[in-house]
C-alpha cells in the first residue's frame, strides 16, 4: 500500500513539475504593448512649381495596420491610424513647402480638385537586439482628378542596420517616409501641372 501511495505521490510531483514551466513560457511570450508616437518633420525636397490648389486625402490601409513591429519585450502599436499618419505627413510636407494644399479625410470632401492621396501597404519596424534594427515602409502614392487615376506608384523604403546607435524607431519610420515623398511629391505635382 505505502509504495503505491508512494508512485502516486512521484506522479502528482512529475505532473506538477511539468505544468510549472509551461505556465511561465506562457507568461513570457506575452510581449507588452507599447505606442509609438508616429510624427513627421519636413525636409528640404527638390519639386516643381505649382499655383493649383491641392487636396491631400487621407491613406487608404491595403489591410488594417494595428501594429507596427517589436522588439524583444514590446509591440509596437501606432499612435495614429497609419493612413492618417502618412497623408497628413503628406500635407505637412507640401505645406512647408509653399504649395496651396488642403487636408480631407474623404474623397468626396476634397471635390473637383487634384487629390494626392495613397495606399499604406506596410509600415513595420524589427529590434531584434539592442544593436539590430529593420524597417520597411511601403505606399502607393496616387494623383487623381475628377474620379480619374492620373498617376499611380508603388514606392518602398526599408532597411538593416546592426551597429550601436540606430536611432529612435519612430525616427526610422519618419525616415522611410523621407524617401518616399522626395520621389513621390516631383512626380505627383509634375502630373498635377500636365493636367492643368
Known amino acids: 500500500m505505502k509504495k503505491q501511495t508512494l508512485s502516486i505521490f512521484v506522479l502528482l510531483l512529475a505532473a506538477a513539475v511539468l505544468m510549472i514551466p509551461s505556465s511561465g513560457f506562457a507568461s513570457e511570450k506575452k510581449m507588452k504593448e507599447t505606442i509609438l508616437n508616429l510624427d513627421y518633420t519636413p525636409i528640404e525636397i527638390e519639386s516643381p512649381p505649382c499655383s493649383i490648389k491641392i487636396a491631400v486625402v487621407k491613406f487608404t490601409e491595403s489591410k488594417p495596420i494595428k501594429e507596427i513591429g517589436q522588439s524583444k519585450l514590446f509591440k509596437y502599436i501606432p499612435s495614429i491610424e497609419v493612413g492618417t499618419w502618412m497623408a497628413k505627413s503628406l ?106
Open 91 to 196: 500635407y505637412s510636407q507640401l505645406k512647408s513647402q509653399g504649395y496651396n494644399v488642403e487636408y480631407f479625410e474623404t474623397m468626396d470632401d476634397a471635390g473637383n480638385s487634384f487629390i494626392i492621396t495613397g495606399v499604406a501597404n506596410k509600415v513595420y519596424i524589427a529590434r531584434p537586439g539592442q544593436l539590430e534594427m529593420k524597417y520597411k515602409v511601403q505606399l502607393d502614392g496616387m494623383v487623381t482628378k475628377d474620379n480619374k487615376l492620373l498617376f499611380s506608384k508603388n514606392y518602398i523604403s526599408k532597411q538593416e542596420k546592426e551597429f550601436a546607435n540606430t536611432g529612435q524607431n519612430a525616427g526610422k519610420l519618419m525616415a522611410g517616409l523621407h524617401d518616399s515623398f522626395s520621389l513621390f511629391i516631383p512626380q505627383a505635382i509634375k502630373i498635377i501641372n500636365d493636367n492643368n
